[in-house]
């Protein structure tokens, strides 16, 4: 399979040239002249590799890798520089650098330090980004001005990580009023949430922020009944705080608006299916099929604690799990004409 590389190198000779050797070798490889663009797309795409210069525009090389590793992002970074003092090689790696080659160096070493890099685990897949990227093309639907232009083009729902608090997001969904919208917590931005994944109580505080923000999207003249909630699996959480949001989730119910939840195929599942952290397109179909089972049994257990919409990848084997569990629902009913238990989602 190719790897994905990302080069962030300023000189554009040599960036033609690793660019070309890289490719030579059969990986893709995308480029960044600049630390604020390199830190942007490492952040934000599954690459299998980072080759970064130290000495950048913008941003250094240090400043790069320090700020990818506060923002959780693991994926291998191999450092290129002139600096070969010890205590510079010495700062990269504590910094989070997995390897660090000083120039000028030999082309063949440095593919060799490029393979044994990739011949490590890929890099855990990352639960959110901060936009979606179609080639060159950058887009955030967090931004009101996109929202709003989605809206015009008649999407009928709005599902905000931001919970509508951008500048002007209110505003644009309250202007377009048959639209849905589902409001999610998010403690932090997609950059920095694993870093921000402390609570106290953490069903405490996503009930409370939640309550908050269906307050300020009603004061905003949007009807309560357009109005979704979602707790936000993985975005700033960790697989501790997800379990326990499962455990506790109908407490969200008295929020009063239907119940959203994404469970399908994070890497929390992924851990207690006892699959190793991977980027999705590096599992193998049995590793998969796994996960994909997983999601299913927690999509299940998700609706049976009062979810009325769950996030999917698999479809069919979605529904084909709920309609067992409804089935089971019914039996049970009809076994006990008393109970008063939900016999569909």
């Known amino acids: 399979m190719r790897k994905r590389i990302l080069l962030v190198e300023d000189e554009p000779g040599l960036r033609l040239t690793l660019s070309g050797r890289l490719a030579s070798e059969g990986h893709l490889v995308e480029q960044a002249a600049d630390g604020e663009t390199g830190l942007r797309r490492a ?7 980072v080759v970064l210069d130290v000495m950048l525009p913008d941003r250094s090389g240090f400043d790069v890798c320090r700020d990818l590793r506060k923002g959780g992002i693991e994926t ?33 070493e440095l593919l060799a330090r490029v393979e044994a890099r990739l011949r490590r685990e890929p890099p855990p897949a990352r639960e959110a980004t901060e936009g979606y990227h179609f080639g060159e093309i950058d887009v955030d639907f967090r931004k009101a ?43 932090g931005t997609p950059r920095s949430m694993q870093a ?28 309560r009944e357009r109005i979704v909630v979602d707790p936000g699996i993985g975005f700033g959480k960790t697989p501790a705080h997800n379990l326990e949001i499962l455990a506790r989730q109908q407490a969200l119910l008295a929020l009063g608006v239907p119940l959203l939840v994404g469970w399908s ?18 599992r193998s179909p049995t590793e998969q099929a ?21 996030r999917v990848h698999d479809v069919a084997a979605t529904v084909a799990g709920l309609a067992v569990w409804q089935a089971s629902q019914r039996a049970d009913n009809r076994a006990d004409p008393s109970s008063d238990r939900a016999s569909t989602p």
């Open 265 to 282: 195929r994070k890497s929390t599942l992924a851990r207690l299916a006892g699959l190793p952290a991977k980027a999705p397109a590096g």
């Open 196 to 223: 921000e994944a402390v609570y106290d109580d953490v069903m405490t505080e996503i009930s409370a922020f939640l309550a908050e923000r269906i307050d300020a999207v009603q004061a905003a003249g949007i009807a």
């Open 76 to 108: 291998p970074v191999l450092m290129l520089t002139a600096r070969g003092q010890v205590e510079d090689r010495v700062l990269g790696l504590k910094l989070g650098a997995d390897d660090y080659l000083v120039k000028p160096f030999a082309m063949s």
């Open 290 to 310: 796994r996960l994909e089972a997983a999601s299913v049994v927690a999509a299940v257990l998700a609706v049976q604690r009062g979810a009325r919409i769950v």
């Open 145 to 187: 001005e996109v929202m709003r232009a989605a809206l015009d083009l008649g999407a009928d729902i709005v599902n905000d990580i931001g919970a509508l608090q951008a500048p002007g997001a209110l505003a644009a969904v309250a202007a377009h009023p048959r639209c849905g919208v589902c409001l999610m917590h998010m403690r």
């Open 43 to 49: 952040s934000s795409e599954p690459f299998d590799l």
